[in-house]
């Protein structure tokens, strides 16, 4: 048995099949649906797993409860991928209740049909629920991810239950020789990224309790250097720069691009940048290239002109930063074009919605090919992203 503390025990379950997470982002290492035991005098169940998990969860939670009976099933967030087993838990423990937000038992009846009314409390933030030695306490932490989304803070085990918080993309079964940061970045850029005022708002209140333990619904329980991740998060939600450096997205349909690009990452690494991190946009994860566009403070856009407009994986890359709420960054812009080059002019004004974006007043506008011009460009470009 996985046990967190003396009384809470984990029993989650990892996803080797999954092909894409919520349907979009690929999860080479697989993912975990992650769900806790509190075992005192009352037994809460915090969340469920995807729905492919049944069997093996309720069968992990009949091994903790050794022959006990569950009290509450807390459910935190109605995302299918933890709430898919309400139902069967409800109908294989009949005495128990659901503890949830008043939002997520509307969406409780839109996706099972079942709203338990006369078996369920509604809880909100400040809402406390006594087991025994353990009082849970609600955190109410609208859009991380989604509206009815509550936290849980354990006091005496000390112990914040942060949904998708925290979470991070990979089975816990599979060795992340990358570490934490690199899939939790870009889980929460790709998933929360958008509620970074949210997500602020509730790390602010995690920060009035005294915190020794984060079980998220996704990824590693945190127990060991939690200021480390902490302010991780506090410079995502914030949109603050977490890495030092150039980051450079492009688009190339003969190379040539590529050449400017390769140009501009070897200027940028010879005039002293301290990192330089280049992505093909049509070739590497998006959801990569979105989360390196909020780490660093600096990034150059390169690109072809295409039917008057972008090529296609600049505009979808542009348009997921703009949704995303991408702000606070220097610009630096690369275009191209046979013989009517507009693309510098698209993307600028794609970006103007994101707040407080200062664009590098060197724009590279090659036509087909590097021109010596092109060249003198490129050098006076890498100069003004290094300011
Ligand atoms: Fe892990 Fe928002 O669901």
Redesign the pocket.
Known sequence: MNRITDDIVYIGVNDHDLDLFEGQYIVPNGMAYNSYVILDEKIAVMDTVDKHFGEEWLSGLEEALSGRLPDYLVVQ?M?P??SANISRFMDKYPAAVIVASAKAFTMMKNFYGQEYADRRIVAAEGTELPLGVHTLQFIAAPMV??PEVLMTYDRADKVLFSA?AF?KFGALDVEDPEGWACEARRYYFG?VGKYGAQAQAVLKKASALDIRVICP??GPVLQEDLPYYLNLYNIWTTYGVETEGVAVFYTSVYGNTEKAVRLLEEKLREKGCPKVAVSDLARDDMAECVEDAFRYGKVVLATTTYNADIFPFMRTFIETLSEHGWRGRKVGLMENGSWAPTAAKVMKSMLEGCKDTAFAETQVRILSSLSEENIAQVDALADEMMK
């Open positions: 967030h995302e991928d933890h991810h989604w998708d979470g998933i619904l996704h």
